[in-house]
Nanobody
Framework: QVQLVESGGGLVQPGGSLRLSCVAS????????GGWYRQAPGNQRELVAD???????NYADFVKGRFTISRDIDKNTVTLQMNGLIPEDTAMYYC?????????????WGQGTQVTVSS
């Protein structure tokens, strides 16, 4: 079982930036798809971005041009750089790791880190 630990959430003003990190143990992001999802109160969990085994990235339309997902194989970490934050980005953000043939809900999840965008 892959264990994931997220960090980097917090309170930020609109237009600000945050950097979320996810460290994996018991698994390796060189053979796992790493992803970030978010869930706001009353909403379903939704994909923010993911990165494939080959390093191909995929973004939700609502974050394109603002967020960047990356990974460090040596540190077994997936990072989400969030710029130009808006209040609608407020949510709990979850790291996910899965094998290529799995759905996200079949993979492993971190405990979540809260991001709040407010003035």
């Amino acid at each position: 079982q892959v264990q994931l630990v997220e960090s980097g959430g917090g309170l930020v003003q609109p237009g600000g930036s945050l950097r979320l990190s996810c460290v994996a143990s018991g698994g390796d992001f060189s053979w796992l798809v790493g992803g970030w999802y978010r869930q706001a109160p009353g909403n379903q969990r939704e994909l923010v971005a993911d990165i494939s085994l080959s390093g191909t990235t995929n973004y939700a339309d609502f974050v394109k041009g603002r967020f960047t997902i990356s990974r460090d194989i040596d540190k077994n970490t997936v990072t989400l750089q969030m710029n130009g934050l808006i209040p609608e980005d407020t949510a709990m953000y979850y790291c996910n790791a899965r094998s290529t043939f799995m759905r996200a809900d079949e993979g492993s999840w971190g405990q979540g880190t809260q991001v709040t965008v407010s003035s």
